[in-house]
């Protein structure tokens, strides 16, 4: 640990260690630290689903992801404020990092109208008409008090052609400019720009160039985990990753699995989110050191071995896997409870072991060792 | 607290003190100790829905209640034993108290034929065909390790006429005693009679005597909270509780609201269950000290204070009943665990006030205030 950070000018990303391109440090925050790489959990809703803050808490996350899109429907924002802002409203006193809203707009809303100053879409909800710019979609993130405020950007769909990426990239750059200019800067509170450019190298480097000449408090790579498959995710992190400032943190979007935030991190990636441990968690899969687990499978239904055996969670230090299958079987809340909790347990210690292995320079023999479990025949 | 209880001879109940006919005391058990009077946690299905285990003990709940006939279905007394007991499977080393299985048959199962032997039905889960006679439910309730064992009776449903209701009751002093043959007593484990008789003084009367001729280590009284009505449920027990031994445990089985327990402690009961708490929870209504709430209603959406001042549940601690009102409204899994988590932890606290009043010879008093409390005009 060096000296304490000056935070006047935003949130500040500090290194402890790197390994070849992988580095560990940590991201001062106003709401505390955030120790990277990090694992971000998905609290969409104003909660982690099927988990308390104190459960969550527990699993180790340090930093819990809000959806703009969601909380402006409902409750919303003059809601959240009014309450004293999203820390308060869920219990999260910890760092709350908040996307823009554009993203599940494009997936979630109907009827958009996508212009160069925006976008226009009705609720899923309950139909009522919505507008967000890059001003609309930062002030709505200062009313939540976000600890990480995102930009607007279009997240482009895949496959897309050059021209197509090329125009949507460039309107991504120029929400991020005006993101900027309407984003109010906060002592340990931070603006974070999107890199796009589908998997275009060019578009990637001109993205990651605009986004530097603006001036972020991170950079977020975004528009990857959208059907181009790992190998051109990672081809992609190769020659982005480079372009980015060497001293801000950097955010892969919405990954992704564990062999991508092994593959991830040695490419120099900081910080992630995903509701993939959570997600998975409510449809009975497990991930564990030995693999991933389908909990409904009747072969567990007389299993009394624990779920993952050296995993602190409830779920694995109190139960057998087949009374997890039971709870599946029966469609009892606490199946889907208990397996949540243990998912993100599993991610935050394969972030913790990620941290520690760089602190080492031992991450590529932490990751073979990660990867030997999962291969690992079991029974 | 007296001289050590002797459990050689199964689970033994311990006065402390008496304010009328009411009563508190401790029911020594081979799991720990059931201070009384005590509101048993239903927890159907080897889970109190949408609570850990750890959660279930916060909120002072000592004994929680498994139902024979979901058990024996899924998954099944053969799987249970195996894995060691009700108590290993769900992580609940307290006392459990099972049913006996009858009265969800006669609810849920499918084709039941009653005889005077027993009751043949079919699973709601898969059809599939099964059978219960008292020494079949004694000795599924054997293999879950059922510390506290229900006799198999006949609920008799409401209304029934006299002869109806004579001859149910019949069926099920023949099936006590059968039961008793069948149960193997071991120390700290008891077996509980049932007294039938719908709400006819003479049936209840004689049910009661022909227990107390059989001997149980506690007594039940079933057949009420089916449609009677609160008024005829007191005066049951006016006249029932009486003429069950002193020194023996009485449960009301299935009562009731905050209210019935008041009355019904009056009178003399010492143990209940009742799935109210948990499933009012579930359905976004709070037992609070200022009465029912239902977090659903709009005038909670932007109501920053505390569900209910004063408890000690994270839902009430934590958050704000505005944030309970989100959280049912988007149909967030947090809802239903955290309203549960109240309305036990309201349950056992009202307990916890009961034997404390007890004690204090206060309970007429106590049940006062709490009234009061309901009738406040909060708002």
């Not at 106003?30 to 120790?35: I, T």
């Not at 809601?79 to 219990?91: K, P, S, V």
């Not at 190298?201 to 603006?214: E, F, H, I, N």
Request: net charge neutral; with cysteine; glycine share 10%.
């Amino acid at each position: 640990m060096t000296s304490h950070p000056d935070l006047r000018h935003g949130c500040r990303w500090q290194a402890y260690a790197t390994d070849g391109r992988a580095r560990t440090g940590v991201l001062h925050t106003a709401h505390g630290p955030m120790d990277t790489p990090a694992f971000m959990a998905v609290g969409t809703a104003g909660t982690v689903k099927a988990m308390t803050a104190d459960a969550v808490r527990s699993t180790g996350t340090q930093t819990v992801l809000g959806n703009t899109y969601h909380l402006m429907l409902r409750p919303g924002a003059d809601r959240i404020e009014a309450l004293g802002g999203l820390h308060r409203f869920m219990d999260w006193p910890g760092p709350i990092l908040t996307d823009s809203g554009g993203f599940q707009v494009m997936s979630l809303a109907s009827l958009r109208k996508l212009d160069k100053d925006g976008v226009e879409f009705r609720s899923h909800i309950d139909g009522t008409r919505h507008r967000l710019t890059p001003a609309i979609a930062i002030g709505l993130q200062h009313q939540f008090d976000a600890t990480i405020t995102m930009q607007l950007d279009e997240c482009t769909p895949f496959p897309a052609d050059h021209d197509t990426a090329r125009t949507s990239m460039e309107l991504s750059l120029r929400w991020g400019t005006l993101s900027k200019e309407a984003y109010r800067p906060r002592p340990g509170y931070g603006l974070f720009g999107i890199v796009q450019g589908s998997t275009y190298p060019d578009l990637r480097a001109a993205s990651a160039a605009g986004l530097r000449d603006t001036g972020f408090d991170g950079y977020a790579i975004g528009g990857l985990a959208v059907g181009e498959g790992q190998a051109a995710m990672l081809e992609t992190l190769d020659l982005t990753v480079p372009l980015l400032p060497e001293d801000a943190p950097r955010y892969l979007m919405g990954v992704g699995t564990p062999d991508d935030l092994l593959e991830s991190v040695r490419r120099g990636i900081d910080m992630f989110d995903c509701v993939m441990p959570t997600r998975a968690g409510r449809t009975a899969r497990a991930f564990t050191t030995t693999g991933v687990r389908n909990l409904r499978n009747a072969r567990f239904a007389a299993d009394d071995r624990s779920l993952d055996p050296g995993c602190p969670c409830p779920g694995c230090t109190r139960h057998t896997r087949a009374y997890l299958h039971h709870l599946f079987r029966a469609d009892e809340m606490l199946g889907p409870m208990l397996l949540t909790w243990h998912n993100l347990t599993y991610y935050q210690r394969l972030m913790q072991g990620m941290r520690e292995a760089i602190q080492a320079r031992q991450l590529d023999v932490f990751a073979a060792g990660v990867r030997a479990g999962w291969a690992a025949a079991e029974e």
